[in-house]
């Protein structure tokens, strides 16, 4: 079990939150997207790189590579010896390349728990999309479905990942809350699905937790920018951290999301435009609200 999700926290305390994916150089992704949003709302990370690439692999190079998982073990080892397990507030994961790794993030999120039992552990299952399909070895996908899933206080999958891991077809928000209920997650757990397919001009974000369902619709934008789910599942565990319900936090990553999207596509970027939109990360001009799925 997690901490209380819904606790007010304490705002003369640091947040601190311990994440664990990839990192690359030029533009936003993995780490590089998630990591801004949570200073800019106030959080304090420790970023620990699983991979580091000189850009997402979206482009036609990509130069750099994966630590080892000796290595990464090393570094969290590190930070537990400067007494930071019992201050870290949550564990935030994303892609991992090798099932060893998944391994050393399930037992690096049980020492984190054990040393802090409000401590929370957001799961993004990063494995593949609707247009890439798998892009991560099968080994990996059945670890982070048998591994860290179980210990997630929050899931963040698209469509694609949530399909998998519930074995189920998702394509609406209520295929989204049937999925959700299969998965074997703590009681007080939430999900959040990216990704639905709502309407030919709209795209749509899901999550639940025990008080109930809800949904977020947006117009579809023209616009293919990579890091946009890790950017949306940092700020769900943002906005979470610091108290608010799941529905309010919902509907402030989706609209931070979106106004950054929205930025980029205005731009005509390539890469998140994180740092020039970055009020919206804490200030969304449009606010998109939840609304409860029956």
Same mark, same amino acid.
């Given at each position: @079990?997690?901490?209380?999700?819904?606790? &007010? *926290?304490?705002? !003369?305390?640091?947040?601190?939150?311990?994440?664990?994916?990839?990192?690359?150089?030029?533009?936003?992704?993995?780490? %590089?997207?998630?990591?801004?949003?949570?200073?800019?709302?106030?959080?304090?990370?420790?970023?620990?790189?699983?991979?580091?690439?000189?850009?997402?692999?979206?482009?036609?190079?990509? *130069?750099?590579?994966?630590? !080892?998982?000796? @290595?990464?073990?090393?570094?969290?080892?590190?930070?537990?010896?400067?007494?930071?397990?019992?201050?870290?507030?949550?564990?935030?994961?994303?892609?991992?390349?090798?099932?060893?790794?998944?391994?050393?993030?399930?037992?690096?999120?049980? *020492? &984190?728990?054990?040393?802090?039992?409000?401590?929370?552990?957001?799961?993004?299952?990063? @494995?593949?999309?609707?247009?890439?399909?798998?892009?991560?070895? =099968?080994?990996?996908?059945? #670890?982070?479905?048998? !591994?860290?899933? =179980?210990?997630?206080?929050?899931?963040? =999958?698209?469509?694609?990942?949530?399909?998998?891991?519930?074995? #189920?077809?998702?394509? !609406?928000?209520?295929?989204?809350?049937?999925?959700? %209920?299969?998965?074997? @997650?703590? %009681?007080?757990? &939430?999900?959040?699905?990216? %990704?639905?397919?709502?309407?030919?001009?709209?795209?749509?974000?899901?999550?639940?937790?025990?008080?109930?369902?809800?949904?977020?619709?947006?117009?579809?934008?023209?616009? #293919?920018?990579?890091?946009?789910?890790?950017?949306?599942?940092?700020?769900?565990?943002?906005?979470?951290?610091?108290?608010?319900?799941?529905?309010?936090?919902?509907?402030?990553?989706?609209?931070?999301?979106?106004?950054?999207?929205?930025?980029?596509?205005?731009?005509?970027?390539?890469?998140?435009?994180?740092?020039?939109?970055?009020?919206?990360?804490?200030?969304?001009?449009?606010?998109?609200?939840?609304?409860?799925?029956?």
């Amino acid at each position: @079990m997690g901490g209380n999700l819904t606790t &007010v *926290r304490d705002t !003369s305390k640091p947040v601190n939150v311990l994440s664990i994916q990839s990192h690359v150089a030029y533009g936003h992704a993995g780490n %590089s997207a998630a990591m801004f949003p949570l200073q800019r709302l106030g959080i304090e990370v420790w970023m620990v790189p699983t991979v580091v690439l000189s850009n997402h692999t979206g482009y036609p190079t990509a *130069r750099g590579g994966a630590l !080892s998982t000796e @290595m990464i073990a090393a570094v969290i080892d590190g930070i537990g010896e400067r007494g930071g397990f019992a201050a870290c507030d949550a564990v935030l994961s994303g892609y991992v390349g090798d099932p060893t790794l998944v391994a050393v993030i399930a037992e690096t999120v049980r *020492r &984190v728990k054990a040393a802090n039992p409000d401590a929370i552990y957001c799961c993004d299952p990063v @494995m593949g999309n609707d247009t890439a399909g798998l892009f991560v070895k =099968p080994a990996v996908a059945e #670890a982070v479905a048998g !591994s860290l899933v =179980p210990l997630a206080d929050i899931l963040t =999958p698209n469509r694609f990942e949530l399909s998998r891991l519930a074995d #189920a077809t998702v394509e !609406s928000p209520a295929d989204a809350k049937a999925a959700a %209920s299969k998965l074997a @997650m703590p %009681s007080t757990g &939430v999900i959040a699905c990216t %990704s639905l397919r709502t309407a030919p001009e709209e795209i749509a974000v899901f999550a639940s937790d025990p008080a109930g369902s809800w949904v977020v619709r947006t117009p579809r934008l023209k616009v #293919a920018a990579n890091g946009a789910g890790d950017a949306f599942a940092a700020i769900l565990l943002a906005r979470k951290l610091l108290g608010g319900t799941t529905d309010a936090a919902l509907s402030h990553a989706v609209s931070a999301v979106y106004g950054v999207l929205e930025a980029t596509a205005a731009a005509g970027a390539e890469e998140l435009q994180l740092v020039g939109a970055q009020e919206v990360l804490v200030n969304p001009l449009r606010r998109f609200i939840a609304e409860a799925v029956r």
